[in-house]
C-alpha cells in the first residue's frame, strides 16, 4: 500500500495554504513556487479540495485560496479522501476478489490496516501539522528560498535591462 502524489501533494498543498493564508488568500502560483507542484496539478487537486468544502476561492486582485473551515476542523484523511486517494491495502481494492474471484487468505488482514490507517489520518489535523516544529521550520527555509529566488531574479532583470 502506498499514498500516491495525488494525496501527498494535496496534503503539502493544503499545509502551505494554512501556513501562509491567515491574513490573505494564497495564490496556486506562490504554492507551486514553495512547494515544486506543478500549477496544472494544483488547479485539479484544488478543484477537488474545493468541491469538497476544505478550500474556498477568492477573486480578483490579491485573490486565491483559503481554508473553508479552522485548521483543526480539517483532518489529513479529509483531504486525502478529497482528492479521492485510496489508502486501501488489499490487493483487490476491497472488493474480495483478490484470488480469482474470491477473498484471499489475507484480505481481512490487510482490510483491517487500511482502515487502521485511515483512522490515524483521521486523528491528525491540519493544525496538528502546523504546530509542529519542524514545519514551521521547513517552511521558514522555504519562504527564505523563494525569497532569494525572486531577489535573485530581479536583479537579473535589472542588469540585463
Known amino acids: 500500500m ?25 495564490s496556486l502560483n506562490d504554492i507551486s ?4 507542484i506543478s500549477l ?42 478529497a482528492v479521492n486517494e485510496s489508502m486501501d491495502a488489499t490487493r483487490c481494492r476491497g472488493k474480495g476478489d483478490c484470488q480469482e474471484g474470491d477473498q484471499c487468505l489475507t484480505h481481512h488482514l490487510w482490510q483491517d490496516l487500511s482502515s487502521q490507517i485511515h483512522d490515524f489520518l483521521n486523528d491528525i489535523s491540519i493544525q496538528d501539522l502546523v504546530s509542529r516544529k519542524e514545519i514551521r521550520e ?17 536583479l537579473i532583470q535589472l542588469t540585463s535591462a
Open 138 to 154: 521547513v517552511a521558514k527555509r522555504q519562504d527564505e528560498n523563494a525569497k532569494s529566488q525572486v531577489d535573485s531574479d530581479s
Open 33 to 36: 513556487g514553495r512547494q515544486g
Open 40 to 81: 496544472s496539478y494544483l488547479e485539479q487537486l484544488f478543484a477537488k479540495l474545493r468541491r469538497c468544502g476544505l478550500v474556498s476561492s477568492v477573486r480578483g486582485p490579491g485573490g486565491g485560496y483559503r481554508l473553508s473551515r479552522e485548521e483543526s476542523e480539517i483532518s489529513i484523511a479529509q483531504v486525502v479522501d
Open 2 to 26: 502506498r499514498l500516491t502524489t495525488k494525496g501527498r501533494y494535496a496534503v503539502t498543498a493544503m499545509l502551505d495554504l494554512a501556513i501562509h493564508g491567515k491574513k490573505k488568500p494564497v
